[in-house]
């Protein structure tokens, strides 16, 4: 049983649009949302994260977005390069749950 | 930078053997945890710990054990290794009970025939 819901499975975007990967989770008791990336062969890598109180937080090209009343968050990535090309995973803390992953491809 | 070092990369196994996955954190970090990876599911928690000698289970750790005698080394161990249990197992440690960031190891890739 997945405690944190991740959506699409897979997306496809064209250079320079927009990517948005959904999550939602039930359990209150979360107290922090990371959001995971990870290249093929290679662990998972923290990319950004965001604590509950705060509806919105962005790191250069990256925007997560956060709805406490809707236990629902989301990762934007703004003018997707091939290079973000890879899989994403947002998380849950405590004991850090993670969600099925997204793979994103990024068409030049 | 954190290094966390998984002892094989590929590993396969028979039906029934007991099986040991090693990972290794070089940054004296409190935190150690066992995912496993798997297509369309994600990383599951199996295990984790947060010091010496504790440890507490994930999602699912059904078939799995887990060891932590010293603060540096997190064991992953398949008592009677299954072929559900082919799987990409991910180590990962982090600093302490607060922290936000996991640094992982590469995997080590389970075949169990």
């Known amino acids: 049983q997945q405690q944190v819901k991740q959506s699409p499975q897979s997306l496809i975007v064209q250079k320079g649009g927009i990517s948005i990967i959904n999550c939602a989770y039930e359990?209150?008791?979360?107290?922090?949302f990371p959001w995971y990336q990870q290249f093929p062969g290679k662990g998972p890598a923290l990319l950004i994260a965001?604590?509950?109180?705060?509806s919105e937080k962005k790191e250069g090209r990256f925007t997560i977005s956060f709805n406490k009343s809707a236990k629902q968050f989301s990762l934007h990535i703004m003018d997707s390069q091939p290079g973000d090309s890879a899989t994403y995973f947002c998380a849950a803390m405590r004991d850090m749950r993670f969600g099925a992953g997204t793979r994103l491809t990024v068409k030049p | 930078d954190v290094k966390v070092t998984q002892s094989s990369r590929y590993l396969v196994k028979r039906t029934g053997e007991k099986v040991f996955l090693e990972c290794v954190q070089d940054?004296?970090?409190?935190?150690m945890f066992w995912y496993r990876q798997d297509p369309g599911l994600g990383l599951r928690l199996i295990y984790f710990?947060?010091?010496?000698?504790?440890?507490e289970k994930g999602d699912i750790p059904e078939g799995y054990s887990v060891s932590r005698e010293k603060k540096e080394r997190f064991s992953l161990i398949l008592e009677s290794a299954s072929t559900n249990q082919t799987s990409m197992y991910l180590c990962a440690s982090s600093l302490n009970r607060g922290a936000v960031k996991l640094f992982f190891g590469s995997g080590t890739q389970l075949s169990v025939l």
């Open positions: 940054m004296d970090h409190e935190n």
């Open positions: 965001i604590r509950p109180d705060v």
């Open positions: 359990n209150t008791a979360f107290d922090y």
């Open positions: 710990s947060y010091d010496v000698k504790m440890k």
